[in-house]
T-cell receptor, first 115, second 114 residues
Framework: AQKITQTQPGMFVQEKEAVTLDCTYD???????LFWYKQPSSGEMIFLIY??????QNATEGRYSLNFQKARKSANLVISASQLGDSAMYFC????????????FGKGTTLSVSS | DSGVTQTPKHLITATGQRVTLRCSPR?????VYWYQQSLDQGLQFLIQ???????AKGNILERFSAQQFPDLHSELNLSSLELGDSALYFC?????????????FGDGTRLSIL
């Protein structure tokens, strides 16, 4: 069975600092995708970044990058130059490469950015 | 804006009642997923529809049912509501069969059972 583990319930960072949110996963699928979503206090789920299991390079999207270590089964999200608007809950999720495969989510990490 | 529309945004009702949550997927997306987010269970997959047909089931209670209509909008029906059904219900849509395509989420329906 697939499983996502996020061990940091809360993280605190100051503006302009970089922060790493941890995510480890477990799956027996040879092909899978890893996703990060942001959930602000308003409640919506915002897609941030994707990493495929066969991707050779770490994914990047603006200030977001994914530190993907396949052998360790980790997919940590790195946010560079934190902004106040980054304060939110962050979820790591994965899905296998089969039709009808839903996302499996971790429990999330609350990020608080202070000025 | 994700392009996924969910209505209503908020629902307040009583135990034993029945409610219907509605979702319109992004243009071109044939797959619709329903998720429940609660404090104790986190984000859980309920059910998926693809082009009108049920594709996969997750932790969906028998009191809950869903369907997807020919215009691809989907409805999640919750009946005999209990206090524990209070949660944020999300609909997400995606292009099926392409692993690197994310699921795009609606803003959710917050259901409160009194």
């Amino acid at each position: 069975a697939q499983k996502i583990t996020q061990t940091q319930p809360g993280m605190f960072v100051q503006e302009k600092e970089a922060v790493t949110l941890d995510c480890t996963y477990d799956t027996s699928d040879p092909s899978y995708g890893l996703f990060w979503y942001k959930q602000p206090s308003s409640g919506e789920m915002i897609f941030l970044i994707y990493q495929g299991s066969y991707d050779q390079q770490n994914a990047t999207e603006g200030r977001y990058s994914l530190n993907f270590q396949k052998a360790r089964k980790s997919a940590n999200l790195v946010i560079s130059a934190s902004q106040l608007g980054d304060s939110a809950m962050y979820f790591c999720a994965m899905r296998g490469n089969q039709a009808g495969t839903a996302l499996i989510f971790g429990k999330g990490t609350t990020l608080s950015v202070s000025s | 804006d994700s392009g996924v529309t969910q209505t209503p945004k908020h629902l307040i009702t009583a135990t034993g009642q029945r409610v219907t949550l509605r979702c319109s997927p992004r243009s071109g997306d044939l797959s619709v997923y329903w998720y429940q987010q609660s404090l104790d269970q986190g984000l859980q997959f309920l059910i998926q529809y693809y082009n009108g047909e049920e594709r996969a089931k997750g932790n969906i209670l028998e009191r809950f049912s869903a369907q997807q209509f020919p215009d691809l909008h989907s409805e999640l029906n919750l009946s005999s509501l209990e206090l524990g059904d209070s949660a944020l219900y999300f609909c997400a849509s995606s292009v099926e069969g392409v692993l690197n395509q994310p699921q795009h989420f609606g803003d959710g329906t917050r259901l409160s059972i009194l």
